[in-house]
């Protein structure tokens, strides 16, 4: 479906190489994707080398910049289609990757695809901002991460929750990461993280992409996550 040896090209010119069995399951996945996407509304893009860069080039990036221990916790909230948690599963399967979205249709197809590809994640279906309250969540994770969610300071609530201080919250982002980032500073330090790091990156074709590392400094104060009607009318 995918080719594959582009695949492995691009990612190594991230410094991430890809064996056979991660190619292979990039491949089935690819083809996974088109195939469920006919049949529900998964993804714009399915145009093979487009799912190669806009897809899993993207997400790989995540592991250019940063570098989990081994083994550790990563939940990735809205994760659609799979992007970046099933994309990080797939290159480094030691990672514990919780896949968290408010729509229970596209977990389904993720479930069906991570069974295919013979790897397993901790699906939850759930809204972050009634999941960060939530014990079994709250404060849990080495790492949070996001791609094409919210904007950085509605996303900052949502995710910064979920982190153990001493943990990260790492932002996938667009050519605008500088002018949201701004835009979320005073949310950045009201829920306990730190600016520490943010790369930016030109992706083949498609234009900047920026990685942004927040670090949990002090534990995220109760009053959040609100609601979504209340972070829009009342933005930090
Ligand atoms: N992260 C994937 C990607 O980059 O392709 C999917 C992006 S898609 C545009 C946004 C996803 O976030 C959708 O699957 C949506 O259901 C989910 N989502 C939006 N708000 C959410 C919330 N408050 N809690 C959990 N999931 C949410």
């Known amino acids: 479906m995918i080719n594959k040896n582009l695949l492995k090209t691009e990612s190594e010119k991230l410094g991430i190489s890809l064996d056979d069995v991660a190619l292979e399951r990039f491949d089935k996945y690819a083809e996974l ?129 979920f982190v153990k201080v001493g943990g990260k919250f790492v932002s996938l982002k667009g050519a605008d990461a500088k002018n949201e980032l701004a835009e979320a500073a005073v949310a950045i330090k009201t829920l306990g993280g730190k600016t520490t790091k943010t790369d930016i990156f030109e992706l083949k074709n498609c234009g900047e992409r920026a990685i942004i590392q927040i670090d949990k400094v002090s534990a995220t104060p109760t009053k959040y996550p609100r609601p979504k009607g209340k972070m829009q009318k009342q933005p930090l």
């Open 33 to 161: 994707l088109v195939y469920w996407n006919e049949r529900i509304n998964l993804t714009a893009i399915t145009d093979p080398d487009e799912i190669i860069f806009k897809h899993f080039v993207d997400s790989i990036a995540f592991l250019k910049y940063c570098t989990p221990e081994e083994g550790a916790s990563i939940i990735d909230v809205g994760t659609g289609a799979g992007f970046p948690g099933v994309v990080l599963k797939i290159v480094r399967p030691d990672l514990s990757i919780t896949l968290m979205d408010s729509t229970k249709k596209k977990l389904g197809v993720i479930e069906e695809i991570l069974n295919e590809i013979g790897l397993s994640a901790n699906i939850v279906h759930a809204r972050a901002e009634e999941a960060g309250h939530d014990d079994n969540f709250r404060e849990m994770y080495d790492f949070a991460t996001a791609r094409a969610v919210s904007n950085l300071r509605d996303l900052s609530e949502y995710c910064l929750p």
